[in-house]
DNA sequence: GGAGGGAAGATTGCATACAACAGTCCTGGA
DNA sequence: TCCAGGACTGTTGTATGCAATCTTCCCTCC
């Protein structure tokens, strides 16, 4: 039996990044608890988590609200994720990692290709996390992860591949086929290139390079 | 009055990065709780957010060790901020900071040097800290600082200073003022290539690119 | 009519008590 | 002598109650 802490944490995670729970809504702890069937502690505890993951914004003695993004946000975060990222990719592509390792990158692509055939676009963002975290996690960088984590949740919560036309939609999946294959070839600066790529036509899509406002009032 | 949570939090923080609490070692909820004159409550939530910072690491249902960092990890993190800061210097170059943020730049640069000739390593280490957390704010970018913190905490641990000949300390001091005069003048290209050559010294200095063992068993 | 102050309500912060789990030590058996 | 099993002890995880703080609304005064 997991710890409640955890069954908090990963409930409140998953109504967030489904929308469930509204960016800029408020997050009362008694009430949270009442719905969880919890105590508060648990339920601050993952509060504090989700905080530190940058999902929410804790106050003090204010409580927690989902957090908003802005078109600045996403600017810093796709930012640092074309900064990031490639390197994750490099590091991959030299490290070379074994079979079984690209059989998974290779399942997850033709998942997500299937995915976007039935027009499941929760499934292919899920799973275009899953993907990406698998690079990142074949870096060999074990502070990687965890750095990346917050700004890996933003383009989940902005439903990234809801604003995708076809031909766009096409091209990230050939992004991620093409990342694979750069990395098992163990070619670091294809891998690198690539990824940028991706990460760049991500950006662009969503318009995170031009400045545009996404936020609105509570 | 502050929040007993921020005391805990601070004064385990100031105990880790002294080396009061050497690495390694147990942190048990009660009897910190004891020593700091709190419950446990608040000691709880210091260490999960030391454990957020990276500096503590908790196991469930088996508490908090203070971490113990491997030549494997200095490499990783001085990687890491290779790729960040001077994407940050660059940044700040960009944004022309204003002539008080200079000031107070050159002010830190100064103030270095003096502890320098004082021989005061404890101090540069804490005035470099800022230094370099300065020029990451002035890089506008508001996820940077969160993103870098765990990484900016290894350095103050491992004591990077004391590791330092007189030759590198100097040039150490000349980087920062180098590295002010190019986000002076407003050239992204000059001051990141200064701050990766700061990095880059820094991570030669502690043999971090060797992939040397500073571990030991508890 | 608008601004300032204060009281009431609601919410977070902290302390304490109890429950559950992990590690250790002892005992019994092979 | 060594291994296995189980109780014991100490620690973390969770629940609950109280104190402190913030928010809101209303009343008073300008």
Redesign the interface.
Known sequence: MP?ATDTAYETLRRMILSGEAAAGSRLGEAELAETLGLSRTPVR?AL??LG?D?LVEVL?HRGARVVQWTGA?LE??F??RS??EP?AAARAARLRPDEPVLAELRGMCAAMERAVADGDLARVAQLNARFHAAVIDASG????P??LT??MHAPLIVGTFRRYGADAMARSMNHHRELVAAIAAGDPAWAESVMRAHIRAAAAGLGADQGNQTDEET
Do not use: K
């Open positions: 710890r505890e504090q988590r530190a940058g003090p946000d810093e975060i930012e640092l900064l990031l390197y960088n074990r502070r990687l965890g750095m917050s700004v």
